[in-house]
Nanobody, 126 residues
Framework: VQLQASGGGLVQAGGSLRLSCAASGRTSDSYVTGWFRQAPGKEREFVGAIQWRNGSTYYTDSVKGRFTISRDNANNTVYLQMNMLKLEDTAVYYC????????????????????WGQGTQVTVSS
């Protein structure tokens, strides 16, 4: 599967952005799409994830209530809606996919994912 992430940009603190992650090639409703981010000098950090089969979502604590992950299965696209952005949200954002095999599994470690998009820069300014 190939992933294409898009939607990053420059936004003022308090603003919003929506990232997209379009999947092509072989896809499956047993996939999990995760969003990660990496700021300069920092480790890649789990942001959240969504199960394709039932739309269940999971978020890291720092983005709960501000970020929302959704999916459009017909177009094999997952979205990351980011509201109330903060300076510390500045990072390169990546989407990634892993096949859960149909079991309940939502990995939050980057090395548990098999396929990655190219990353899109999000910069939040004051």
């Amino acid at each position: 599967v190939q992933l294409q992430a898009s939607g990053g940009g420059l936004v003022q603190a308090g603003g919003s952005l929506r990232l997209s992650c379009a999947a092509s090639g072989r896809t499956s409703d047993s996939y999990v799409t995760g969003w990660f981010r990496q700021a300069p000098g920092k480790e890649r950090e789990f942001v959240g994830a969504i199960q394709w089969r039932n739309g269940s979502t999971y978020y890291t604590d720092s983005v709960k209530g501000r970020f929302t992950i959704s999916r459009d299965n017909a177009n094999n696209t997952v979205y990351l809606q980011m509201n109330m952005l903060k300076l510390e949200d500045t990072a390169v954002y990546y989407c990634a996919v892993v096949d859960s095999g149909g079991v309940y599994w939502v990995p939050d470690q980057w090395d548990e994912y098999d396929y990655w998009g190219q990353g899109t820069q999000v910069t939040v300014s004051s």
